[in-house]
């Protein structure tokens, strides 16, 4: 009898250690969208928002990266995101796109990044940043 109760409540245990273990692994996800969707690497540095969507600039040693998404995702719309680094030309992605422009990158190790994103009729511009 005291056999069975105790594996009873192992098994409770692990049962209830498996369902902590999986929502920790979903709150993780869910806390890392914007990258997971975006394609750029590296280290999120400034989110851009605006009335129609976010850009994110995202940085590694090497490159700055950049990525519009729209607030309301679904059916094509027309998007754009551009990165110039300083000195360097805008490399640009514009269209219409169902769920992001971009994502683009530069080469910015020590230079300032210069970003805009469009979604529709709503944009914002960074300035020069990540100097």
């Given at each position: ?9 192992r ?6 250690g ?14 890392v ?21 976010t ?69 914002v ?5 990540l100097?």
């Open positions: 009898m005291f056999s069975s109760r105790g594996g009873t409540r098994a409770l245990v692990r049962t209830a498996v369902t902590i273990s999986g929502a920790a692994l979903l709150v993780g996800a869910l806390s969208p914007a990258q997971a969707a975006s394609g750029c690497g590296g280290r999120l540095m400034k989110s851009l928002p605006f009335s129609t969507g850009t994110y600039v995202y940085k590694t040693r090497t490159h700055a990266c950049a990525v519009t998404l729209p607030k309301r995702p679904g059916g094509r719309q027309q998007m754009s995101v551009s990165i110039q680094a300083r000195g360097g030309v805008p490399v640009r992605d514009s269209g219409r796109f169902y769920q992001l422009a971009g994502p683009v990158t530069v080469y910015a190790v020590t230079r300032c990044v210069f970003v805009r994103g469009s979604v529709g009729g709503g944009s511009a960074s300035g020069w940043i100097c």
